[in-house]
């Protein structure tokens, strides 16, 4: 495997040269810059690097128009806001990340038109159109930047992808994983100038190849070039409570190749990612702290109404907490245990089922790689002691 680009080489500094210490990014000007008159000069603010928050979930659909209205929550209606579901300390943790990171899976689209896919019997069809206005409720919720590789995004073809964006645009939600002009990685940069990149992938049409490794590997090298942390996310591995374990080869679900998520993340952490969200198995998966950066396999369903099987883990809604350095190096990693019941809707969960399910499968998935976890979510890693 290649070198890890080191946080120097993740910066591009065209008209400078940049200086990393432990306290702050300085910005040297060549001397010919220094000569010029005092009053033209531009002063430059140096960029505070200080550590940040970035919070992920898994799955996002919190309610579907189609077949009919009846798949909507009903606490949503009118102008309620993300407390009529999740309640008040789980929407406070989402706000409290600088990033928040959701995989949008489905559509946002009003326009009342048949689905791409096809669809025989609607109640026993699977495709996800939401109102185009819950891209404000994800907005107030706290989600910043949303995953559309995965196998719903396409449920109501080019026209339901297009809606889908202009609708996360205007609530200011960044997205990336489609192949499409504009759409295929996002950049969000932070208060303290931070940049981050993202990018998300799939084995699906019209997504971001996450069976075409070298391809996706160019995508986050070129990624790691011009930001200074990047997130990576993959929509794979197969799907259902059968699932849990990551058996660290190809899946195959449904004659479909789902990827071998264990070599892929590994891969594209080598590459430069230094956070890497999976979901897709609709479960709980192991995590892992590999060269000091976060992978969790598998967030499974966080907020999914009406439509899925919520019965044991599919119901279990892990949120990640981690603290980042400037240059995507994990300093702490947290994991709050939540819980979907009935129809679906995330609240905290006081018995961790979570948390337990993560523990477990890591420790039997990964062997002794010498990560515990605290009875409050904190993660340890070898690293870090």
């Avoid at 008159?37 to 690097?49: H, I, K, N, R, T």
């Avoid at 128009?65 to 943790?93: H, K």
């Avoid at 896919?117 to 910043?144: N, Q």
């Avoid at 990624?223 to 990576?232: G, I, N, R």
Wanted: aromatic letters at 8%; hydrophobic letters at 40%; one cysteine or more.
């Amino acid at each position: 495997m290649p070198p890890r680009l080191d946080s120097v080489q993740r910066r591009l500094c065209r008209t400078a040269v940049c200086a990393v210490s432990p306290l702050f990014i300085a910005i040297v000007w060549p001397a010919a810059a220094l000569a010029q008159d005092p009053a033209e000069a531009v002063v430059q603010e140096p960029v505070a690097a200080v550590d940040f928050r970035l919070i992920a979930v898994g799955d996002v659909m919190p309610g579907t128009q189609f077949p009919d209205a009846g798949y909507l929550d009903p606490r949503l209606e009118g102008e309620s806001g993300p407390e009529a579901v999740l309640e008040t300390d789980l929407v406070d943790l989402l706000r409290s990340g600088d990033v928040v990171f959701g995989n949008m899976e489905g559509v946002l689209l009003d326009e009342d038109v048949p689905p791409s896919k096809s669809c025989r019997d609607p109640k026993l069809c699977y495709v996800f159109r939401s109102p185009e206005r819950y891209a404000g409720l994800l907005a107030r919720t706290g989600f910043t930047v949303m995953a559309l590789a995965n196998n719903h995004s396409g449920d109501w073809g080019p026209e339901g992808r297009e809606a889908t964006m202009a609708a996360l645009a205007r609530s200011d939600i960044a997205y990336a994983g489609l192949e499409v002009a504009d759409a295929r990685t996002a950049t969000l940069t932070l208060d303290s100038g931070v940049r981050v990149g993202v990018a998300a992938f799939a084995p699906n049409r019209g997504t971001l190849n996450l069976n075409n490794l070298d391809a996706a590997l160019r995508v986050v090298r070129s990624l790691a070039e011009e930001h200074d942390v990047v997130l990576v996310s993959f929509h794979g591995g197969a799907e259902g409570s059968s699932y849990t374990s990551l058996p660290k080869e190809e899946e195959t679900f449904h004659g479909e190749n789902r990827g071998d998520v264990y070599a892929f993340a590994h891969a594209v952490v080598d590459a430069g990612a230094d956070v890497v969200i999976g979901h897709g198995p609709h479960v709980p998966r192991a995590i892992e702290v590999y060269e000091n950066r976060f992978i969790a396999y598998s967030l499974g369903n966080f907020w999914t109404y009406g439509r899925f099987n919520l019965s044991g883990p599919n119901g279990l809604a892990p949120v990640v907490d981690l603290v980042l350095a400037p240059d995507g190096g994990l300093r702490s990693a947290r994991i709050h245990s939540a819980r979907q019941q009935g129809l679906g809707g995330p609240r905290l969960d006081p018995t961790g089922g979570a948390l337990a399910l993560i523990s477990e499968l890591t420790a039997s998935d990964l062997g002794d790689v010498g990560i515990t976890f605290e009875p409050d979510g904190t993660v340890r890693w070898p690293e870090i002691e």
